[in-house]
């Protein structure tokens, strides 16, 4: 693997660097979204709230410090004013730190095709820059500069189509957790609703 990476030239370096930022983030990322959902938790809520039990079920919602939750308890702490208005601006921000970092793989995916072409040009260059100077004399050095070429575009593609996967998955994790708190946050507002909260003496 090393030789691949030292064969492929200075080119390497930053298709190296996109590779290690790219595992970085989807480690990061697989652990985050292995803690989303809580279900059972929000139904909970739903529950205790359509029978008028809004403390405690502003307590289970607090238990757990997930988008999903944080969502409801929104909804919950502003049921006397906008509580849909507040738990949209909750889910927005629960957005943001769903998608933190896919950018970045949105970014390696298209630039990692783009670096070992770049490679590839790099390597073709040099080759014909021997066969100016020498001629077809030193055909080792020619096809050494192809070899770099193909190296880069292989590394290049390879760093793109392993980041494409994850990228697509923690996608599909973003919009079926945009749909889950779409989908309870209607709950819950009708829940609250249905409840004529107790007046403050």
């Not at 702490?77 to 769903?98: F, I, T």
């Not at 080792?140 to 770099?148: D, L, P």
Request: net charge neutral.
């Amino acid at each position: 693997m090393i030789q691949m990476i030292i064969a492929g030239g200075w080119m390497m370096a930053p298709i190296v660097l996109c590779s290690v930022l790219g595992v970085a983030i989807i480690l990061e990322r697989l652990f985050y979204f292995r803690h989303l959902g809580y279900e059972a938790e929000a139904k909970k809520i739903i529950t205790l709230t359509e029978q008028g039990k809004l403390a405690d079920a502003l307590a289970v919602a607090e238990q757990r410090q997930k988008p999903l939750l944080r969502v409801l308890a929104a909804g919950i702490m502003k049921r006397g004013e906008l509580p849909e208005k507040a738990m949209e601006a909750v889910s927005l921000a629960e957005l943001a730190r769903l998608k933190r970092g896919l950018s970045a793989l949105d970014t390696i995916i298209t630039l990692g095709p783009l670096l070992g072409l770049l490679g590839t040009i790099v390597g073709m260059i040099d080759s014909f820059g021997i066969m100016a100077e020498s001629g077809l004399g030193q055909p080792h050095a020619v096809t050494g500069g192809v070899a770099e070429a193909l190296v880069c575009t292989a590394a290049g593609i390879f760093v793109a189509v392993t980041t494409l996967i994850p990228y697509n998955y923690f996608l599909a994790k973003v919009e079926q957790e945009t749909e889950r708190m779409e989908q309870y946050a209607t709950q819950i507002e009708s829940a609250l609703a249905s409840n004529t909260p107790p007046r403050q003496s």
